[in-house]
């Protein structure tokens, strides 16, 4: 049945293209630039109301999302980004209390409200980080080249252990399929998840992670195979691959399944820095063990299979030419 399950890869990946070209996704400071405050405030507080505060004193429309509790939240902008002197930042954090100040309910002063030490920190900036465009650029390449080497590694060592390029290629294709999808996700529901759907170096660690953990269970089910091919070699290679990927079933769904319940606990009950982290390893873990299983092993067959077609192909040419002579 794997014609069925390349048509519904097919169709989710298209839909993901579609969505990052249309909205894209949420880039992190990482890799956009820009400062991000933390800000937490003694009641709770509406975000629309603080963005349209901000928008009055820094002339831009910046980011403001809950982060965690209803009294906290996240803002992100790129007010002089150009500028990384001391007195911009001192700038900044006197134009965020202008804006900010009268959504407390006591009054607070500039030095709590700037203040981000002490045992009795609970109000005004939390947390800030700041990355300028160069390094955001720097960031977003090492990012790619990551990923780049890391699928071009998996290849080399599948195909040496196996013996196969196909194998190689199905398992990076396989890989590939898992990140696209991952990526596609963060771009559909970015909008709507209660919790920040950011591309930072969190989501590319997390993109490595599924990675390892996907090739590795694909690894599983190839070992299987080979053996099942060397113990059957009068069985069809479709045959061998269909009893080889049954046989490693149970194996795969009790071992994703396992991992899956720790991190729905996690994504649950976990804090708001890492959601969306946990969110990107679950989606990306449940993805892999359908890619192991569903397209993996079916793309390596269908390349074997191509393979002996053509050898097949230039062994009659041979023959039909030296019959001819």
């Known amino acids: 049945v794997r014609k069925i399950f390349y048509i519904a890869s097919l169709t989710v990946i298209l839909i993901g293209i ?14 956009s630039g820009g400062r991000t405050y933390v800000v937490r405030f003694d ?15 820094f002339g831009e429309t910046p980011e403001v999302k809950t982060f965690g509790p209803s009294n906290q939240v996240k803002i992100t902008t790129k007010y002089k980004i150009d500028e990384i002197s001391e007195e911009v930042d001192s700038l900044i954090n006197v134009k965020l209390f202008e804006s900010l100040k009268p959504f407390f309910k006591k ?20 947390s800030t980080q700041k990355v300028g465009p160069t390094i955001a650029d720097d960031v977003k390449m090492s990012a ?10 998996i290849f080399i060592y599948i195909a040496i252990r196996f013996k196969k390029w196909q194998y190689g290629l199905a398992g990076v294709i396989s890989l590939f399929h898992d990140s696209i999808i991952v990526i596609s996700i963060y771009s559909l529901f970015y909008k709507i998840m209660p919790f920040t759907l950011e591309v930072d170096q969190s989501f ?10 996907s090739i590795n269970d694909t690894v599983i089910i190839f070992d299987r195979i080979r053996e099942y091919t060397r113990l059957h070699p009068k069985k069809e290679l479709m045959t061998n691959m269909n009893d080889a990927t049954n046989s490693t079933l149970g194996r795969t769904i ?6 899956l319940v720790t991190l729905i606990a996690m994504l ?24 192991s299983v569903f397209n993996a092993a079916p793309v390596a067959y269908d390349f074997i299979m191509l393979g002996k077609k053509r050898s097949a192909k230039k062994t009659a040419k041979k023959e039909l030419a030296k019959t001819s002579k």
């Open 144 to 153: 790619i080249i990551a990923v780049a080497i890391a699928l071009l590694s």
């Open 204 to 213: 590319i660690a997390a993109i490595l992670t599924i990675m390892g953990y």
């Open 43 to 57: 009641q709770d507080v509406n975000t629309v109301d603080i963005r349209n505060s901000l928008l009055k004193t």
């Open 254 to 259: 009790n071992t994703s399944g396992t991992t």
């Open 268 to 291: 649950i009950f976990g804090g708001e820095v890492i959601r969306g982290l946990v969110f990107a390893l679950t989606v990306g873990i449940a993805i892999g063990t359908y890619s």
């Open 18 to 31: 579609i969505s990052l070209f249309t909205q894209g996704v949420q880039y992190g400071v990482d890799f």
């Open 107 to 126: 009054d607070i002063d500039y030095t709590v409200f700037t203040t981000s030490t002490g045992e009795n920190k609970y109000l005004g900036i939390m």
